[in-house]
Each structure stands twice: as structure tokens, then as C-alpha cells.
């Protein structure tokens, strides 16, 4: 492991952060570009850290100049950039195509489409003759997407009826639009894939909950699920990732439809908050399965199982800028209860700012121990 390439690392969110904890594990030294409180600096030092925006074409040159791998904790970067710097010799992984790719919701989904990998039907949306002809092709309700910078469901708009047209188009602006068909999904679901050299690997099928598009909750294993539904989903979400070039993990969410068929929502080219319950649950983190894949160091198929059930509660901000320290001060009280900050300071509502993991032998325990903080957090959104 010394003649291992220098890795920078384009964000320093929390999904960085998680990264390099667990780089600093391996000794693995990372150069991360962003801005110089930023989460992932907070708990990590390297003299050639980079100190500017993951989106500013100067910055990545920088990073890449002292660098021979590149990857991303975010999808939303200049992949322009990135194409350049990969032609100089740099590494990117995942590959610039496939950030690109998938940094465009809707291009994401023709990319599925075109290597047969079910997903919901999608129609460009410049203006509003556009909306009103996908409205007649797709029926109502349907879900009015922003093609790019989207995420925790900023950029998405939900049309239930003729009236919703207008409001829709002028709450997501100017920016590229497409239209989605709404999914009548029973469940949300997620799986985790590990894409290293040799081949696409799969952690568990979990259960993801969403509440005003944030996820809430991640439950792992799927509760209420036949062992085939989990099985095709994982099939399904490896399937979709092998569609896209390059290596480290990538997070799949999926719907599980009324007829037990599982489709692909959306996949991001990265570590994911659905994938935060294997720090506490299985045998290595995304974290590091991400590290090693990138690094072509050993990723044992057995590591990415479930050695424990697990709960995890996002702790989002809640009404006033230090609520969610509450949530964080009741998850010191469990037993099980393993609490993560994030370092962000204060908090707008909705902010992704740490997260709680229960660990138990059964996963109804972990329900019932979670019970009380859920509650809470509950409490402190209203
Ligand atoms: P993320 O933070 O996961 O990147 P996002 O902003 O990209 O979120 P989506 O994943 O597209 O948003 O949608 C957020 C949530 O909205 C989904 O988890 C799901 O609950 C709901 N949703 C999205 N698309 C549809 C659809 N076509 N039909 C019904 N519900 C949908
Ligand atoms: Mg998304
Ligand atoms: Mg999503």
C-alpha cells in the first residue's frame, strides 16, 4: 500500500467527511477541494488540500496538478474539467462520462432506457406547450423534475391537475425540465454497488423513507419483503450501475411497484445517505468499499453483508437553527444508538445535518429502540 496513486477528492460535505475518517484509517492520504471550514477539513489535514469551489474549473486544475486519481462526493461538478485533466493523465473515478451522464436526471434515465434497464417514462420540458403535451402523454399526477442541481427533492414539482401547470413551471424557472410519469410505488428501496476492477458487488436491499422528498429514515434489511423481491433489486440496481463506466460505489433508489417489480429512480455515482447504515452494520463501510475500489486494494463480496440489522434517522434541521442538537443530545441516552454530526454549524430547516444509526440482533428491536427519537425528531420538524 505505499506506491498507492494521491487521491484528491472533489467536495468536503459529509460524504467526505465519512471518506476521509475512514481513509485515516488505512493511511490514506486525500487531497480535498472545497471550502476551508468545510465538513470533510474539519476532522483531516493535508498540505496540498485545495481551498475553493468543487465547480470552479481553476480549483479542480489545482487539485489535479498534485494528484493522479480524482473522484467525487457530489455529482454536480464541471465535467468539462474533469474530461480535460483525465486527457493530462489524471484518473477519474467514476469515469467523466458517467458523472456527466448522471448529472443530468434526465439523460441519466435515456442512458437506462437504452441498456434495458426499467425506469419511469421521461419527456423534455423546455416550456409550457411542452408540459401541456407531456401532461396529455402521461396523465395526472405527474412529477415535474429539474434536469440538473437537483437534489433532496429541490427541483422537483409535483402536478396533480390541470391547475398545478402553471405554479410548476414557475417554481422550478428557467432551468431544464423533463417530466416523469408518477409511480403508484409501494415502497422506496435502495441498494448500495461496489464496482471495482474485477466486477460489480451489492450490499443489502434496505428500505428508504422519504418525508418532503428528504430521505428520513433507511431501514436495513427492507422490512416486509420476500427474499426474491430483495434479490431482483439488487440484480436490478447491479444491472443499472454495470450500464455506466468506472469504479467505486455507487447508491441506487429504487420503487418497489404494486405488481413486486422493482424499477430504478435514480442512481448517484457516489456514496449515498441510503448506504450510511453500513458504517455500524457490515463488515466494511461504503466508505471504505468505495476507498478500496477506487484504489484496486481487496473488497471481499462477504464484507458488504449485514452482520447486524440496523436502523438510520437523518437528523435534518428542524424549526430553530440549534434544534437538531436535541435530537443528537437524546441519541447519547441509547444504548445502541450511534450518533454522527456533521460539523455544519447551524442549521436550516431540512439541512442535512448528522445522522443516528441503531444497531440490534433483530430488526424489530432496532425499531423499537429507535421509537423514542423518531418521536423526537418529529417533534422538533413542526
Ligand atoms: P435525492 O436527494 O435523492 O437526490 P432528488 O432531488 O434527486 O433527491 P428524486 O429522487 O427524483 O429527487 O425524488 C425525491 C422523492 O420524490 C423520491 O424519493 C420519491 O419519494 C418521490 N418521487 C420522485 N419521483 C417520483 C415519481 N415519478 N412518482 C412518484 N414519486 C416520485
Ligand atoms: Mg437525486
Ligand atoms: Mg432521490
Known sequence: MDDLPRVGLLGGGQLGRMLVEEANHLNIPIQVLDTPNAPAKQVHYHPKDVNGSFA??????????ECDLLTVEIEHVDTDILEEVSHGGVKIEPSWRTIRIIQDKFEQKQHLKRNHVLTAEAVVVNNMHDLESAAKALGYPLMLKARRQAY????????RSESDLQDAMTSLGTRGLYAERWMNFKKELAVMVVKTKDGALTYP?????????????VYAPARGISREVAQAARDLAKR???????KGVFGVEMFLLDDDT????????????????????????????????????????ESLELEQPAVMLNILGGATPWSHQTLAERALELPKARC??????????????????????????????????????DTLQR
Open 262 to 301: 422493482v424499477q430504478v429512480l435514480e442512481i448517484a455515482p457516489r456514496v449515498h445517505n441510503s448506504g450510511h447504515y453500513t458504517i455500524e452494520a457490515c463488515g466494511i463501510s461504503q466508505f471504505a468499499a468505495h476507498l478500496r475500489a477506487i484504489l484496486d486494494l481487496p473488497v471481499p463480496e
Open 340 to 377: 454522527h454530526l456533521y460539523g455544519k454549524g447551524e442549521a436550516r430547516p431540512g439541512r442535512k445535518m448528522g445522522h443516528i444509526t441503531v444497531t440490534a440482533p433483530s430488526l424489530l428491536e432496532a425499531e423499537r429502540a429507535i421509537c423514542p427519537l423518531i418521536e423526537t425528531c
Open 205 to 217: 436491499t434496505v428500505e428508504t423513507v422519504q418525508e418532503n422528498s428528504i430521505c428520513k429514515l
Open 152 to 159: 433532496d427533492g429541490r427541483g422537483n414539482h409535483v402536478v
Open 240 to 246: 443499472a450501475v454495470q450500464a455506466f463506466p468506472g
Open 56 to 65: 470552479t474549473a481553476e480549483a479542480v486544475r489545482q487539485l489535479a496538478d
